[in-house]
């Protein structure tokens, strides 16, 4: 990857691009763009679009116009990510220090080619999806209370003479319904437990909220959109009576959440401090404490690789290469049919929380920086209803609250990653899925969408699987 993108450079994929847009093809020779389009949408972050990779690749890209003094730290970010940690002490003392408990050895496991992680099949051992736990009641800030023998994770894995927490273990019910013209359809619902539990059981009512990894592309710029947007699309008490009420997910401190299922973490450094040690065991000068919980003697007496034992160096890295990871352009936007699909999406109220078009302002990096980006998300909170529910409240999200998650990049799972399951937990197979297990606030954009000919749902769903 490194040498191909040194070698067509960025000049050559911009010229790729102007190829395909509407203005050079054959619809501006007639002079005219099909309705509904708007300018720049097929480009879904603006100037770091990636215009280039596409198929398999096509989350692996940096920002289009990333800065040349920012190409080397993403390429090496790049590396860290996808490296395999090693248990201390090691030869190398650049990739040593995972566990004792973890879930993965590498980021790349559960967000393999930058994509969207698979829920395991009935009986499979789950890689690409982790299991957070917590306990009835809350911590100062409303911080999820841990379990107190097995924390706030469930780490399956431990290095040798530490034995791993347990076993995730999903089945699944089946849930029946029907669309206004008859036609039926049937969703599964996961129902989770942990067994062999290696240090005895759970405290009485833990919780357990099942998440899937999902795509690494374009967080950078949904870093970079300004506070004072987001709270101004916030409507708290549905003041505006549309039956939405999306609500800013405040963490302690005055912080804002926009990353994970729940908007639980503010930045895509606290983000990524939280999975190297969550996720891989792995310290870093946000968290220079192993998630050994007291119970477990053997992890709190494993040796440690560093102190910490991922530096500064490292972890600029990896979360300069989650920021700048691309949002591939948009293979069709000017079809009459995902027109038709996007009048429907509008029509239907999905725009209420996914909502298409931000303007970005500040942000470190200045390849992200005002930009016009097409995320459809409002980065809020919504009851989606008991359907969805873990019945597990962290900060201010209560156990039906989920944010709002970006659709961008959304059709193109199954290329990158060989699945189509989608939300928090992977439960739904495909958007149609997706859209039928919404309720809560967006009980009124599910009906609608029920209501429609089948050729107009399957519009839709093609709009949403274009972006
Ligand atoms: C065991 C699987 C797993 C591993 C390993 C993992 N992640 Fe994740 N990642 C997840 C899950 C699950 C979420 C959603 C978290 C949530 O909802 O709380 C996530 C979310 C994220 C997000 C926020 C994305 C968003 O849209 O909200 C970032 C950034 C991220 N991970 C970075 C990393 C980095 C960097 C590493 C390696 C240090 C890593 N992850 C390792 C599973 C994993
Ligand atoms: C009230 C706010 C709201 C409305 C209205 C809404 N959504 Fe969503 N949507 C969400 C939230 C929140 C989730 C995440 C739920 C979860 O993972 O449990 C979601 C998830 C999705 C997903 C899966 C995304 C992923 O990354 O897995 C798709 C697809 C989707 N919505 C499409 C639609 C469509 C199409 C409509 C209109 C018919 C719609 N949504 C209406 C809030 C909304
Ligand atoms: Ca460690
Ligand atoms: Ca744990
Ligand atoms: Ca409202």
Redo the contacts with the bound molecule.
Sequence with gaps: MRARVGVVGIGLAWAYAAALLPGCGDDAMEGAAPSGVEEGEWLPGGATTNTFFFGRNAFISPAENILPEHEPLFFSGNSYFNQPWVEAPASTTTRDGLGPLFNARSCSTCHAHDG?GQPPAEGEVATALLLRLSIPGAAPGEAPLPDPVYGGQVQPFGISGVPAEGLPVVEHEEVVGSYDDGATYTLRRPVWRVEELAYGPMAAGAMLSPRVA?QMIGLGLLEAIPRERLEALADPDDADGDG?S?RLASLPGGQLGRFG?KGEQPTVESQSAGALLGDLGLTTRLHPRQSCMPAQEACLEALEGGDPEVDDFILERIVLYSQLLAVPMRGSWDDPEVLLGKAR?QA???D???VARHQTGEHALAELQDQTIWPYTDLLL?D?GEG?SDGRPVFSASGTE??????WG?GRFQAVNGHTR????GR?DG?EE??L??G???AA??E??KGLPAEERAA?VRF?ESL
């Design positions: 969207r999902p939405i999306g299922w999406f239907a109220g999905c209420g929380c996914h919504h989606m969805l989920w944010r709002t998650p970006p659709l959304i989608l939300l928090h937990d739904a958007v997706a859209i297990w919404h809560g606030e967006a954009s599910v609608a969408f839709l949403v």
